[in-house]
């Protein structure tokens, strides 16, 4: 049985969640509402839920003051939020998993099925939602640090510190300016939507690289970093990129 708790302020928001939710998991759910964040604490401490679908702005307590007032964090937390795009990017930044609102059936199925596939450390959601807290506080997305969860830790990183990053199937493997090297289970396309606003560019469907560390393209059809490494440059983007290296 997969007990699930809904935590909303708004009566016709968790109304309609749990109506999508027990249509499309109708055998195996529970689901479980608070319109009361203030009881929220104690519904969670009684049900023992495997996962949260948890609004942010509520009043007299919100999302993020909640999952910090809980002892014990060992469940999956997924944030639903009408945020604005500065707030959701700060949500993505940490890897944490959202839906805005109004929730689309699609983007609701999808979250429940990385849930029911995900192997993730629901105790490192801690470590995550400070990132998320710290992220807030920035006075603009370009300070925002991007949180990397890992079997061994968590590693953030500022934009800046990162050289480039190359899909391995479908992970992400980051080559950062101290020399490290970090591979993490999530896609490219993912890190690309993310990065490519803090001046990130795609070279190839394998490859994205930070403008600051691109010294040329050469005549072979590749981009050589600074650090003299060569990096593929896709045919179909060769004119999209060369006019954002001018």
Known sequence: ??????????????????????????????????????????????????????DIQMPHINGFQLLESLPSKNFKVVFTTAYN???????????FDYLLKPIDVEELQSAI??????KEDFIQQYEL????????????SESFRLALPTSESVYY??????????????????YTEDNRKILISRTLGEYDELL???????THRSHLVNRAFISHADRDGYIVLKDQTRIELSRR??????DLLK
């Open 129 to 140: 939602l400070k990132n998320v807290l710290y992220n807030f506080q920035m006075p603009s």
């Open 85 to 95: 795009e500065y707030a959701i990017d700060a949500i993505r930044f940490s890897a």
């Open 113 to 118: 099925q990385r849930f029911i596939e995900s």
């Open 157 to 174: 990183l500022l934009p800046a510190e990162i050289i480039r990053c190359e899909a391995v199937g479908n992970y992400t493997r980051f």
């Open 237 to 242: 983007r060769k004119d999209i990129v060369l």
């Open 196 to 202: 490519t606003p803090h001046h990130f560019i795609r």
């Open 1 to 54: 049985m997969l007990k699930i708790v809904l935590i909303d302020d708004e009566v016709r928001a968790t109304d309609a969640l749990r109506i999508m939710i027990e249509k499309m998991i109708p055998q195996s759910t529970s689901v479980h509402v608070c319109n009361d964040p203030r009881e929220a604490a104690a519904l969670i401490q009684e049900i023992q839920p495997a996962l949260v679908f948890l």
